[in-house]
């Protein structure tokens, strides 16, 4: 189906059985592995003047992606995945939050809800020059990419990391203690614009003949995503759980298949009351820096499995 994955069917029929939390023949196995120098073909050479410039070229990324994904070997199950990327942070930007572009592989943006009083006036601009881009580089790398690779879904964060991104997250500490119910209201909203947005970019994947991928390169026939609150490393388990465990159990449901994004040993505190989530398919535990060594970690993986999570 896939030139650069000419075993894809059946290291897709192990990550189906990974869903269910069952084995074909072992388990799923995933690793980069970069082609020899003398194999590899060169890189597009930038020559833009900002690093704006650069990540807002179609031309050029949808290159990148392929001489990038043209280097490597795809061994085990690891699958050629390309997606377009704006950063973590843009589907806060569709509601007005300035995106700042970096020159390594990362943007940020700036808080734009200054004042709870403003919240009312926050909508997602269906017309933002943004959104157009993604759907823009979406449709360069499945043409770019017919029968070569898997196009995958961009890199969203709604619910509490959307949130945070509009309040700033020390401020949004603090709203945790001092306006929990505008929080509260605001958070429906936001959920229900990331449903329309997954869903446009679904039917295109899903017209185009593509399987369900993204940033974590599993790969599904259905509505598959990454479910994630980076924020709630910084309140407690009991604000988590009364705040925004509630709107990723809704994520859960709307979703077909679901691997929760756990970042950092910080947050392993609300590790029970993720595993708990019933409609929750598996856990991905990201220990950071300076925790590396997944044999440190056996117990949250045990931990999960008793939940009947896949890991």
Excluded at 126 to 149: I, R
Excluded at 166 to 179: G, T
């Amino acid at each position: 189906m896939f030139a650069l994955k000419p075993d894809y069917e059946l290291c897709k029929a192990r990550i189906d059985a990974f869903w269910e939390r069952e084995l074909i023949d072992r388990p799923v196995v995933q690793f980069g592995l970069a082609k020899s120098p003398a194999e590899r073909i060169p890189l597009p050479l930038s020559t833009h003047a900002t690093p704006a410039e650069r990540w807002l070229d179609t031309e050029y990324q949808t290159a990148l992606a392929v001489a990038s994904l043209g280097n490597r070997h795809f061994l085990g199950d690891t699958m050629p995945v390309a997606y377009p990327n704006l950063g973590p942070e843009v589907f806060s930007a569709f509601y007005g939050c300035p995106l700042h572009f970096g020159d390594y592989g990362t943007s940020w943006s700036s808080p734009i809800l200054h004042d709870w009083a403003d919240a009312d006036s926050l909508g997602l601009d269906w017309a933002h020059p943004y959104l157009y881009k993604l759907l823009e580089m979406t449709d360069s790398l499945l043409a770019a990419g017919e029968d070569q690779f898997i196009v995958g879904m961009p890199d969203w964060h709604p619910g509490g990391d959307c949130i945070a991104a509009f309040r700033d997250p020390m401020n949004l500490a603090f709203d945790m203690h001092d306006n929990p119910a505008a929080v509260q209201a605001l958070l429906p909203r936001v959920t229900a614009d990331y449903f329309q947005l997954y869903d446009l970019f679904y039917a295109k994947l899903r017209a185009a003949g593509q399987p369900i991928s993204t940033w974590l390169p599993l790969v599904s026939d259905d509505k598959y995503y990454v479910p994630s609150n980076d924020f709630s490393i910084m309140i407690s388990t009991p604000m988590f759980e009364e705040l925004f465990v509630p709107g990723l159990i809704e994520e859960c449901r709307f979703l077909e298949r679901t691997i929760y994004h756990l970042d950092g040993p910080g947050a392993l505190r609300h590790l029970e009351t993720i595993l708990a989530i019933p409609e929750l398919d598996g856990l991905q535990f990201v220990p950071g820096a300076g925790n590396e060594g997944y044999a440190r970690w056996v117990e949250v993986y045990r931990r999960a499995q008793a939940a009947d999570k896949a890991i």
